[in-house]
T-cell receptor, first 114, second 109 residues
Framework: DAGVTQSPTHLIKTRGQQVTLRCSPKSGHDTVSWYQQALGQGPQFIFQYYEEEERQRGNFPDRFSGHQFPNYSSELNVNALLLGDSALYLC?????????????FGSGTRLTVV | DAKTTQPNSMESNEEEPVHLPCNHSTISGTDYIHWYRQLPSQGPEYVIHGLTSNVNNRMASLAIAEDRKSSTLILHRATLRDAAVYYCILKNAGNMLTFGGGTRLMVKP
């Protein structure tokens, strides 16, 4: 049973560029959340998608946007990249709009902005 | 969101029990206590969660104080594979988990 799949695993972008990260949730899960983890820190919540709509958002600027597709997979887009956007981006899937049990996290996409 | 306080790091010997403490003095009545762990180069992994009563699963046990202002994650027999950062998190009615710095557990052979 595949868990959460994220692609690509590593990415290097130049300041000012745009990036798209992709996530396939665990089989049977319909909700996708995205987290950003800077080096040495705990993950920070970006937003959550359920039924193809953004349902909850953390304290991130509008440069961060997302999308969820009918098959529950999701994309995270970041525009006008800043050096400070360099981080591990984690996708987490769950079942249902309200998190009752635990998330299943992917291994993340390591984004480096130069 | 209510905050949690954990020691920055702890050490344990292999095959011995480990008790990871967490203080959450501002916890509200509807906050669930969640524990995740993050192994090197991996995403966080759900360990256990609870509300008021102690909980057991195949990975660990969660002991919750009667006043709910603290909790302890118990690994019954630490292995080298348990070396990770352990996060204690309070989750309210929303879906967001607010991670703190966690406790880095080192396991010595």
């Amino acid at each position: 049973d595949a868990g959460v799949t994220q692609s690509p695993t590593h990415l290097i972008k130049t300041r000012g560029q745009q990036v798209t990260l992709r996530c396939s949730p665990k089989s049977g899960h319909d909700t996708v959340s995205w987290y950003q983890q800077a080096l040495g820190q705990g993950p920070q919540f970006i937003f959550q998608y359920y039924e193809e709509e953004e349902r909850q958002r953390g304290n991130f600027p509008d440069r961060f946007s997302g999308h969820q597709f009918p098959n529950y997979s999701s994309e995270l887009n970041v525009n006008a990249l800043l050096l400070g956007d360099s981080a591990l981006y984690l996708c987490a899937s769950s079942l249902g709009r309200v998190l009752v049990y635990g998330y299943t996290f992917g291994s993340g996409t390591r984004l480096t902005v130069v | 969101d209510a905050k949690t306080t954990q020691p920055n790091s702890m050490e344990s010997n292999e095959e011995e029990p480990v008790h990871l403490p967490c203080n959450h003095s501002t916890i509200s009545g509807t906050d669930y206590i969640h524990w995740y762990r993050q192994l090197p180069s991996q995403g966080p992994e759900y360990v256990i969660h609870g509300l008021t009563s102690n909980v057991n699963n195949r990975m660990a046990s969660l002991a919750i104080a009667e006043d709910r202002k603290s909790s302890t994650l118990i690994l019954h027999r630490a292995t080298l594979r348990d070396a990770a950062v352990y996060y204690c998190i309070l989750k309210n009615a929303g879906n967001m988990l607010t991670f703190g710095g966690g406790t880095r557990l080192m396991v010595k052979p």
